[in-house]
């Protein structure tokens, strides 16, 4: 099985469509399925038809606004991470 990493800068939303794309390309893949898989506990997969550069704007600018970092009282640091992103 084939695997591919990709680095984040941390916090925000990352473009992988262009990485996506070249592994499926390099792999010579006619027929399958592409499983994309995110280890972390505080990292979330969201699909966007990504037409229009300014959703991806709109919806980092909204999560960042719902969970902002250093709420008092959570108990772990990454809890913005986790409830920003778990959101709907």
Do not use: Y
């Not at 600018?61 to 990454?78: N, V």
């Amino acid at each position: 099985m084939a695997q591919h990493t990709i680095a984040t800068p941390g916090r925000g939303l990352v473009e992988i469509t262009a990485e996506a794309v070249v592994f499926v390309r390099e792999s010579n893949i006619a027929d399958g399925l592409l499983t994309v898989f995110c280890r972390h506990t505080s990292a979330s997969l969201l699909i966007q038809k990504n037409a229009d550069p300014d959703v991806r704007h709109d919806l980092d600018a909204f999560f960042t606004k719902l969970s902002p970092d250093g709420q008092p009282g959570w108990r772990q640091g990454g809890s913005h991470s986790r409830v920003g992103q778990s959101s709907p």
